[in-house]
């Protein structure tokens, strides 16, 4: 799950550009693919610096950062369902009017007070920002927590586990190891979150299964494999075609 902890952790600047930069070269802070450094990547008769890139990539594949950001979870957001349909229609440089006119909702007017309650919002993320930053300094006793996957489909209080919690659990449920079995998997939300967490790291970011490949890698963690890839899948770890004939690990 480094992808998802790094993504938790990047600058404004990368979140806006979408990737980040490391020795070997640039990762797709939304995917996870990676443009060595040092190369010329060909592309429709045209050359590519790596850096230029991994931009096009995330233009392609993504659509914009913008468009993958308001497309989380209102909880991972903070954004209303309502909030995030205005920032995309501003973001696609309609007048208030025509987003009254799209949406159908009040007037002109009711757009500004919408858009300043959005800045507004922005003022109140800046604050909090700089107080969170300044709280480091001091708060010697906050604990580390597990960063959630971006994927997450049920945002509640089974998220707030620390890092110390993660490492308990894992523990106790997985004896032999986390390349070990599994125990039990009838578990407490948290406990099981947890696990699926770790589980979820067997699977390759980018790679595609078929169903008997997931199946084959379950059984080195459970008896009850399709239990486990029920919560995989539920959980936001893991997706699939609906037949079934592909499955792949979400970034």
């Known amino acids: ?16 550009q979408g ?57 991972l957001t903070g954004l209303t ?8 229609l501003f973001y696609q440089g309609k007048s208030d009017a025509e987003v009254q006119k799209e949406t159908g909702i009040g007037s002109a007017s009711t757009i500004r007070n919408h858009r300043f309650a959005l800045k507004e919002k922005e003022r109140q993320a800046k604050v909090l920002l700089t107080l969170m930053e300044l709280l480091k ?17 049920m945002v509640d209080e089974r998220y707030n586990v620390t890092e110390e919690e993660r490492v308990a659990i894992l523990t106790r449920l997985f004896p032999s190891g986390t390349d070990g079995k599994l125990t ?9 979150y947890v ?34 890839r029920r919560f995989l899948i539920e959980y936001g770890f893991i997706d699939r075609e609906p037949d079934g004939s592909k499955y792949w690990l979400i970034s």
């Open 1 to 16: 799950m480094e992808l998802q902890d790094r993504f938790w952790n990047a600058t404004i600047e990368e979140l806006k």
């Open 19 to 75: 990737f980040f930069e490391e020795d070997h070269g640039w990762v797709c802070l939304l995917c996870g693919r990676e443009i060595e450094k040092g190369l010329i990547y060909p592309d429709d008769g045209l050359l590519y610096e790596p850096k230029r890139y991994i931009a096009l990539h995330v233009e392609r594949e993504h659509g914009s950062v913008f468009q993958y950001l308001t497309g989380l979870d209102k909880k």
């Open 81 to 88: 369902d309502h909030q995030s349909r205005l920032l995309q």
């Open 137 to 153: 300094e001091k708060d010697a006793h906050s604990p580390s927590f597990v960063p959630m996957h971006k994927s997450a489909k």
């Open 184 to 192: 039990k998997f009838n578990l407490k939300e948290k406990q099981r």
């Open 195 to 228: 696990v699926l967490r770790e589980i979820a790291t067997r699977f390759q970011l980018g790679k595609t299964y078929t169903e008997p490949e997931v199946n084959e890698i379950l059984k080195g963690v459970y008896d009850d494999y399709v239990t486990v």
